[in-house]
């Protein structure tokens, strides 16, 4: 029987502290409640190679992957963290010097079969978030947060994305820190 994936949530981000050849840190995850949407496009370029007459292969190369996520509120004080923005006397302020940060980003999926499927995309940088707002017309119409992040492979390993699919796995195991690679989930004794 085949497995059919549903619904969103769990949206978690992590700021990247350290990637290069020697390892990969990041800081502990943070949720964003309110997972409405998530688009995921990978940019891939294929090129044929003709041999013999006819197509001989095709070679792919990555490029970036374009990641669009949805969620109900993005706070004030994770918008300063990834933004690099400025607060002063309870205003932030964004200026053209803000760097902003390189970021992970977890979520998970409903499997049909009761289980769940995760990911880590590992390495990303924001866009500077859009504003958009619109008038009440005789019913509330909610507001979302859209963020678009630009996401690359790490230096440390060459990984863009770690997934898993368990019915036993917990959100509070795969989320307490970004997977980046295998050993991160198994248990110390």
């Not at 949720?31 to 792919?60: I, K, W």
Request: proline letters at 5%; a negative charge; glycine letters at 8%.
């Amino acid at each position: 029987m085949g497995k059919v994936l549903h619904g969103l949530d769990m949206f978690h981000l992590a700021l990247l502290t350290s990637d290069n050849a020697t390892g990969v840190e990041y800081e502990t995850p943070e949720a964003v409640l309110g997972a409405v949407n998530v688009n995921v496009q990978p940019n891939m370029e294929s090129n044929p190679f003709y041999a013999d007459n006819g197509v001989f292969t095709v070679l792919n190369s990555l490029g970036d992957i374009d990641v669009d996520m949805e969620a109900a509120d993005l706070p004030f004080e994770l918008q300063k963290k990834i933004f690099g923005h400025q607060e002063e006397n309870g205003v932030q302020f964004a200026s053209k010097d803000d760097i902003s940060a390189e970021l992970a980003l977890g979520f998970r999926a409903k499997t049909s079969t009761g289980g769940y499927r995760f990911y880590w995309f590992l390495k990303g940088k924001p866009e500077l978030l859009p504003i958009e707002h619109q008038t009440d017309e005789g019913n509330t119409t909610p507001q979302t947060a859209k963020l678009k992040l630009k996401f690359m492979p790490l230096q440390h390993n060459g990984r863009w994305k770690a997934q898993a699919e368990s019915d036993q796995l917990q959100g509070a195991d795969w989320f307490k820190q970004v997977v980046y690679k295998g050993d991160i989930l198994t248990p110390t004794p």
